[in-house]
């Protein structure tokens, strides 16, 4: 018995000094637009094209969104694998404001969990997870094998990406270079898995290369061209198409929350 106690009261000061916002607001947007924002760290990666190009340094801004669309935010997962949960979820809006002070030392980490936090304590979640398989895809080594370049260990750690299409005129007028490719350096596969797996249309992808070493690497595509077949001829990897696991956060009860 005093074990547990002492158990209890560890747990207990662990959620009281768990990071937080400094300040957080939740409320209802009754507006037909559509959602936008997101989560700003220190650490996060911006394309031209994303919505967190607004938030500033620090802070989770998510303005006209649903609750499964901050929940998708905060656990990085597609809106599919959120289910269950009242129908107003689904389409009853909210505008989130949340920052912290201490802005240049949080990372995009730390902001996710601290959102999930902030939802699951102003919608009273009850949730539980659960996996289940979808049509996805398996990385592995192609026949001939891997054709990647171990990290030599300068530089810094890094993964971009660049999704939008690029045409072959384009290439040749030099406009765009900078599209429809993967850079990374000191990437892990991973990492590279998850890249591939937030590509559109792409759909979860697992890895199943058993490489276990860290990559600096380039892949780059036109639009139209088979993705397994160009990992194949640059990385010397290729996309099996299988059913793969994936995990699902299932939403049992939810309340709408008292504005503030």
Same mark, same amino acid.
């Given at each position: #018995?005093?074990?547990?106690?002492?158990?209890?009261?560890?747990?207990?000061?662990?959620?009281?000094?768990?990071?937080?916002?400094?300040?957080?607001?939740?409320?209802?947007?009754?507006?037909?637009?559509?959602?936008?924002?997101?989560?700003?760290? @220190?650490?996060?990666?911006? @394309?031209?094209?994303?919505?967190?190009? *607004?938030?500033?340094?620090?802070?989770?801004?998510? @303005?006209?969104?649903?609750?499964?669309?901050?929940?998708?935010?905060?656990?990085?997962?597609?809106?599919?694998?959120?289910?269950?949960?009242?129908?107003? #979820?689904?389409?009853?809006?909210?505008?989130?404001?949340?920052?912290?002070?201490?802005?240049?030392?949080?990372?995009?980490?730390?902001?996710?969990? #601290?959102?999930?936090?902030?939802?699951?304590?102003?919608?009273?979640?009850?949730?539980?997870?659960?996996?289940?398989?979808?049509?996805?895809?398996?990385?592995?080594v192609a026949k001939n094998g891997a054709k990647l370049k171990e990290s030599n260990g300068e530089g810094n750690r890094s993964l971009r990406i660049f999704g939008a299409e690029i045409s072959k005129l384009d290439a040749l007028e030099q406009r765009n270079l900078e599209q429809n490719k993967i850079l990374g350096q000191k990437v892990t596969m991973t990492e590279l898995v998850s890249a591939l797996a937030n590509l559109p249309e792409m759909g979860p992808v697992?890895?199943?290369?058993?490489?276990?070493?860290?990559?600096?690497? @380039?892949?780059?595509?036109?639009?139209?061209?088979?993705?397994?077949?160009?990992?194949?001829?640059?990385?010397?990897?290729?996309?099996?198409?299988?059913?793969?696991?994936?995990?699902?956060?299932?939403?049992?009860?939810? *309340?709408?929350?008292?504005?503030?």
């Amino acid at each position: #018995m005093k074990y547990i106690s002492i158990l209890s009261i560890f747990l207990a000061l662990s959620a009281a000094y768990a990071q937080q916002f400094d300040v957080a607001t939740v409320k209802s947007n009754r507006s037909n637009a559509g959602w936008a924002g997101g989560c700003h760290g @220190t650490d996060t990666r911006l @394309t031209a094209a994303d919505l967190r190009l *607004e938030v500033p340094l620090g802070r989770c801004r998510i @303005t006209s969104g649903r609750v499964d669309h901050m929940l998708s935010i905060a656990y990085g997962r597609d809106i599919y694998r959120i289910e269950g949960g009242p129908d107003w #979820m689904r389409y009853e809006r909210v505008d989130l404001e949340a920052y912290v002070v201490d802005a240049a030392g949080t990372t995009d980490r730390q902001l996710l969990l #601290m959102l999930r936090d902030l939802l699951q304590d102003r919608f009273r979640l009850q949730s539980h997870r659960k996996t289940i398989e979808v049509p996805g895809h398996a990385l592995v080594v192609a026949k001939n094998g891997a054709k990647l370049k171990e990290s030599n260990g300068e530089g810094n750690r890094s993964l971009r990406i660049f999704g939008a299409e690029i045409s072959k005129l384009d290439a040749l007028e030099q406009r765009n270079l900078e599209q429809n490719k993967i850079l990374g350096q000191k990437v892990t596969m991973t990492e590279l898995v998850s890249a591939l797996a937030n590509l559109p249309e792409m759909g979860p992808v697992i890895d199943k290369t058993a490489l276990p070493g860290v990559y600096d690497f @380039t892949l780059s595509w036109e639009p139209g061209e088979s993705l397994s077949a160009v990992l194949q001829e640059q990385l010397g990897l290729r996309l099996e198409s299988q059913k793969v696991p994936v995990e699902v956060l299932v939403i049992d009860s939810a *309340e709408k929350p008292t504005e503030n």
